[in-house]
């Protein structure tokens, strides 16, 4: 594919992170043919930027508030900037980086920004593989190019454009093309991350982890097909900030192949309490609502779900802490078409209550009728029902078949996964923890959608 309308960006920033940090300078050269038009903008990013001494002309601070007064912000030069790269490939150094912050800085404006991108540094591996340096003061060195500047953004783009000449006056034109056909239809990858990385992923389902430098697990996640979904994990218009931050300091892409989705959500699950070093005590730790009818005292009650009887107890929600369910339940009093009293939901109230028999007679709010308590219990549960636990849905385990695996399950705990007939029988005789959250999560979302074949069930002993 031709790319005959390109633009050569370079932008300085006041840190790292696109979600925090803002453009400070950005510098456009676009090129049509023969023709070169170039624009530059120094802007109020409206913070603090402690720049090293190189940049912004050699003076550490430079875009102190102080000393940024009557320069533009990024809003005032987005419809003009919009323009110049509408329509175009855009082509940076270390192009992730870039392209992050200016779509971040478009999108506070709501302005769309989606253009095709290359980043020269991919660009030159794929064309000189022998060298092993490809930064911009080496892509200078090694082919000669005028830099009269460098950490500035104008100069910096200009640079660009000479290293393009360049290339397409040392490399055949054919091979230049099919190398950017290929590097704008992969996913932006930070420029130290070479695609074979990736590339080398199988198309099975499985989980991938994303290493640092030292080795430190950055990331790890589960997928439906490694490669596809890795890629998709590198795709600047699904990232968050953290991840664009996480990408930069990622080194080494690890994976493990799973025998189906299942089997990759309870590798993701295991992966991921090792890597907290959470014990097993921790992982059980949610607590849940329970309502109790026929209790003497609080209709509702904040309880570890870990002491809560799964099988009888009417539970709602999932909460990593009492005091999140606690909250929760506050909530959910508050939105009942009668405000709840919370002395009948066993919280204590930061404030006092404002339910309406405590602003009538707060002397004898603890004295109320079976019919008030009935028409509190009737609200509490029409807006409590969405939350409901549901209650283990079999008379004992259940093994599902995946691939060759097969998984066991029993009151919302997996037992663990087996190939053979005798294993499982030994798994069904284990000694049980209890209910398991994330289990409870993933067999709610996944056992409607399975075919009867699938799965296997044992009545209790």
Request: charged fraction near 30%; include cysteine; charge should be positive.
């Amino acid at each position: 594919m031709m790319h005959s309308r390109l633009a050569f960006v370079d932008v300085e920033t006041t840190g790292l992170g696109h979600g925090e940090h803002r453009i400070a300078e950005i510098g456009v050269v676009t090129l049509d043919g023969e023709r070169v038009d170039e624009w530059e903008a120094l802007l109020d990013p409206g913070r603090r930027v402690e720049s090293p001494p190189h940049e912004f002309g050699g003076e550490r601070g430079y875009f102190c508030a102080d000393r940024a007064t009557g320069l533009p912000r990024f809003h005032d030069i987005a419809p003009d900037l919009a323009a110049r790269l509408e329509g175009r490939l855009l082509i940076a150094h270390n192009a992730r980086f870039d392209y992050a912050f200016i779509k971040a800085e478009f999108e506070r404006e709501g302005i769309a920004f989606a253009p095709p991108a290359l980043c020269t540094v991919m660009l030159s591996r794929k064309l000189f593989p022998k060298h092993d340096r490809h930064d911009l003061d080496a892509l200078i060195a090694r082919h000669g190019l005028a830099a009269e500047e460098r950490h500035r953004a104008l100069p910096d783009a200009r640079a660009l454009l000479r290293f393009w000449q360049a290339i397409h006056r040392d490399v055949d034109a054919g091979r230049i093309a099919g190398a950017v056909d290929a590097l704008v239809a992969e996913p932006l990858l930070p420029a130290h991350i070479d695609l074979g990385m990736i590339d080398a992923l199988p198309e099975r389902p499985g989980i991938f982890m994303l290493d640092g430098p030292d080795g430190e697990l950055l990331h790890a996640g589960r997928a439906a097909n490694l490669r596809r979904d890795v890629k998709r994990y590198f795709r600047l218009d699904r990232h968050c900030a953290r991840a664009a931050l996480l990408s930069e300091r990622l080194a080494h892409i690890r994976w493990q192949v799973a025998s189906g989705p299942i089997d990759a959500a309870l590798r993701e699950i295991s992966l991921r309490r090792e890597t907290a070093g959470t014990d097993t005590a921790r992982r059980l730790s949610a607590f849940s609502i329970r309502i109790d009818p026929g209790a003497a005292g609080a209709i509702a009650s904040i309880v570890p779900v870990s002491e809560a009887d799964t099988v009888r107890d009417e539970l709602f929600g999932l909460y990593p802490s009492e005091r999140k369910a606690a909250n929760a339940l506050r909530k959910l009093a508050a939105s009942a078409p009668e405000r709840i009293c919370q002395r009948l939901l066993d919280i204590a109230a930061k404030n006092p209550c404002l339910c309406a028999d405590c602003i009538a007679t707060p002397a004898d709010c603890d004295k109320r009728s079976r019919q008030r308590r009935a028409r509190s219990l009737l609200q509490l549960t029409t807006v409590i029902a969405p939350l409901r636990l549901q209650p283990w849905p079999y008379p004992g385990s259940i093994a599902i078949r995946e691939g060759r695996s097969v998984h066991v399950f029993d009151r919302w705990e997996f037992l663990g996964t087996v190939r053979t007939g005798s294993d499982m029988q030994a798994l069904l005789h284990l000694r049980r923890i209890g209910f398991d959250p994330d289990i409870y999560r993933l067999l709610t979302r996944t056992l409607p959608r399975l075919s009867r074949r699938a799965l296997c069930a044992f009545q209790r002993a």
